[in-house]
């Protein structure tokens, strides 16, 4: 079956830890995202990554770092410089990110979320 | 900066009603509008989406609307069963900070009662 798996389901941290949540894809993707999503709120863009070797920050990376050494995989470090960790954190994979062109969106790839880790800092 | 407002934040309907869901996005470049159902403790999964050159999309007891001159987009379910209940997330792909990415609405949850 193609998807993404995220792992673990569950994870706990105490303080000052830092945690690695994994992701990986087999759906042969080129882009790779991770979200941080808590009660009330959308989902926040931590980081994301167009293609191998490659990550930019989104909205709200600090605390948090990334690699991107495989195409099929994406891991998230939670660092403990990230003062409020405890969230639900969602990857997503898409074919490609889609370009500018001509001053306007170009053709956009669907994302495909993972089940998500719950992350909870003791 | 871009954002998607969207309303209302929770919505309750007996079984057999119909449901909306409204949104409305702040950069008027944007022409992508995908809809995501997210159950309980699972990611979310997308259940329609819409692209700027049309103005309605439907897809069995799902549809949904983009009026591109007010900026919003509203997602509508007819005949709702129980297993509709979920929290549902619009989003709006914006180009912003120098990088292309979805901005999300802050989620509808959705009780259908039998």
């Known amino acids: 079956d193609g998807g993404i798996t995220q792992s673990p389901k569950y994870l706990f941290r105490k303080e000052g830890q830092n945690v690695t949540l994994s992701c990986e894809q087999n759906?042969?993707?080129?882009?790779m995202y991770w979200y941080r999503q808590d009660p009330g709120q959308g989902l926040r863009l931590i980081y994301y990554?167009?293609?191998?070797?490659?990550?930019q920050k989104g909205d709200i990376a600090e605390g948090y770092s990334v690699s991107r050494e495989k195409k099929e995989s994406f891991p998230l470090t939670v660092t403990s410089a990230q003062k409020n960790p405890t969230a639900f954190y969602l990857c997503?994979?898409?074919?490609?990110?889609?370009?500018?062109?001509?001053?306007?969106?170009?053709?956009?790839?669907?994302?495909?979320f993972g089940p998500g880790t719950r992350l909870t800092v003791l | 900066g871009e954002n998607v407002e969207q309303h209302p934040s929770t919505l309750s309907v007996q079984e057999g009603d119909s449901a909306v869901i409204k949104c409305t996005y702040s950069?008027?470049?944007?022409?992508?509008f995908p809809w995501y159902k997210q159950e309980l403790g699972k990611g979310p999964q997308l259940i329609i989406d819409?692209?700027?050159?049309?103005g309605e999309k439907k897809d069995q007891r799902i549809a949904v609307t983009l009026n591109k001159t007010a900026k919003h987009f509203s997602l509508h379910i007819t005949e709702t069963q129980p297993e509709d209940s979920a929290v549902y997330f619009c989003?709006?792909?914006?180009?912003?900070?120098?990088?292309?990415?979805?901005?999300f609405g802050a989620g509808t949850r959705l009780a259908v009662h039998p």
């Open positions: 997503a994979s898409s074919m490609g990110p889609a370009g500018l062109a001509g001053g306007y969106l170009s053709s956009y790839h669907e994302q495909f």
């Open positions: 759906l042969n993707h080129d882009a």
């Open positions: 819409i692209r700027s050159n049309v």
């Open positions: 950069d008027s470049a944007s022409n992508y």
């Open positions: 990554s167009q293609i191998v070797n490659d990550f």
């Open positions: 989003a709006a792909f914006m180009f912003s900070g120098g990088y292309n990415k979805l901005i």
